[in-house]
């Protein structure tokens, strides 16, 4: 217990006589940090935004309006036997006008030109889910071949393009950032064994006497791998301190752009609290024990 509390004291006097040197190397660590955790946030947007596009992706056959009901059922019992299909939902004209209605609740212009009609001009629908995007051209090329009398129209404008220009910059915007990432880490290797080097120098006297007392080796490593945990330790507290609230202030933008899409952003990273930011401590920390172990065999000559 005696021998922890002068290595914690030992490794606590070193960060506090170079504090300039601790100051600027927890900057580097905070930096690389905090372009993982930028990483990290547009590939959960992008695959959070992925996966609601293809939850909003349907194909629809609007239906002539003095259709029977009981055919328009039919038609849908007979699409729901094809295994493209996930889902066929039935909308009727009133459940159409509501839909409009709730759509353009705040447009009195649109709401006043519908009350004009006097009437229901919007037409029942039958709503197709693809049970799989990738399969939805040739489901499309399907609905396309349905020869029906009731068909009135078709509508099959998907989100496959939304969704390629998504995977397209979130591809780009990982490449560059895992570059930055490797810089980052580089840099953070350099800084850390720079820090220990200096403070090994500024600690050589007491490293000398240790010696000829008899200090064991792991005695005279360990003030140095305490620092090192001291400064993954507060990189991580302080990127924690600042990454939440910068969420805080993107989510509400995130709401407006991806409108009518559930992407959250800070449920994410509150409910993997642990997984991300104990897995970037843990690199982190791996990164100044490498730097700081063999800065220490190599100029404290232990």
């Given at each position: 217990m005696l021998s922890l509390l002068r290595i914690i004291k030992f490794g606590l006097q070193d960060i506090?006589?170079?504090?300039?040197l601790s100051v600027a190397t927890i900057t580097?660590?905070?930096l690389a940090l905090f372009s993982i955790s930028m990483l990290m946030t547009v590939r959960v947007i992008s695959?959070?935004?992925s996966s609601a596009v293809?939850?909003?992706?349907?194909?629809?056959?609007?239906?002539?309006?003095?259709?029977?009901?009981?055919?328009?059922i039919a038609l849908k019992t007979k699409l729901s036997e094809s295994e493209k299909i996930k889902s066929v939902v039935?909308?009727?004209?009133?459940a159409a006008l509501e839909s409009f209605r709730e759509k353009y609740k705040n447009n009195q212009e649109v709401l006043a030109a519908l009350k004009e009609l006097g009437k229901n001009p919007l037409s029942p629908s039958l709503v197709i889910v693809p049970a799989n995007l990738a399969e939805a051209n040739l489901l499309i090329n399907e609905l396309k071949m349905i020869d029906n009398p009731i068909i009135e129209s078709r509508d099959f404008s998907d989100n496959t393009v939304i969704l390629n220009k998504i995977n397209n910059i979130t591809k780009r915007i990982n490449e560059v950032g895992l570059f930055l990432i490797m810089i980052f880490v580089l840099t953070s290797l350099l800084v850390v064994y720079n820090a220990i080097r200096v403070s090994i120098y500024t600690h050589r006297q007491e490293?000398?006497?240790?010696?000829?007392?008899?200090a064991s080796n792991y005695f005279i490593y360990m003030p140095f791998v305490f620092s090192a945990f001291i400064y993954a330790l507060l990189s991580v507290l302080i990127i924690i301190a600042v990454f939440y609230p910068f969420l805080s202030l993107l989510q509400p933008y995130l709401e407006v752009f991806f409108m009518g899409y559930n992407v959250n952003i800070l449920a994410y990273f509150v409910n993997n609290f642990w997984l991300v930011f104990g897995g970037q401590f843990l690199v982190v920390l791996l990164i100044n024990v490498f730097a700081s172990?063999?800065?220490?065999?190599?100029?404290?000559k232990v």
């Amino acid at each position: 217990m005696l021998s922890l509390l002068r290595i914690i004291k030992f490794g606590l006097q070193d960060i506090f006589r170079n504090a300039w040197l601790s100051v600027a190397t927890i900057t580097v660590l905070l930096l690389a940090l905090f372009s993982i955790s930028m990483l990290m946030t547009v590939r959960v947007i992008s695959d959070n935004a992925s996966s609601a596009v293809k939850e909003k992706i349907d194909l629809s056959l609007y239906i002539k309006s003095e259709t029977p009901e009981s055919e328009i059922i039919a038609l849908k019992t007979k699409l729901s036997e094809s295994e493209k299909i996930k889902s066929v939902v039935f909308i009727s004209k009133q459940a159409a006008l509501e839909s409009f209605r709730e759509k353009y609740k705040n447009n009195q212009e649109v709401l006043a030109a519908l009350k004009e009609l006097g009437k229901n001009p919007l037409s029942p629908s039958l709503v197709i889910v693809p049970a799989n995007l990738a399969e939805a051209n040739l489901l499309i090329n399907e609905l396309k071949m349905i020869d029906n009398p009731i068909i009135e129209s078709r509508d099959f404008s998907d989100n496959t393009v939304i969704l390629n220009k998504i995977n397209n910059i979130t591809k780009r915007i990982n490449e560059v950032g895992l570059f930055l990432i490797m810089i980052f880490v580089l840099t953070s290797l350099l800084v850390v064994y720079n820090a220990i080097r200096v403070s090994i120098y500024t600690h050589r006297q007491e490293i000398e006497i240790m010696r000829l007392v008899g200090a064991s080796n792991y005695f005279i490593y360990m003030p140095f791998v305490f620092s090192a945990f001291i400064y993954a330790l507060l990189s991580v507290l302080i990127i924690i301190a600042v990454f939440y609230p910068f969420l805080s202030l993107l989510q509400p933008y995130l709401e407006v752009f991806f409108m009518g899409y559930n992407v959250n952003i800070l449920a994410y990273f509150v409910n993997n609290f642990w997984l991300v930011f104990g897995g970037q401590f843990l690199v982190v920390l791996l990164i100044n024990v490498f730097a700081s172990v063999f800065a220490v065999r190599k100029y404290a000559k232990v």
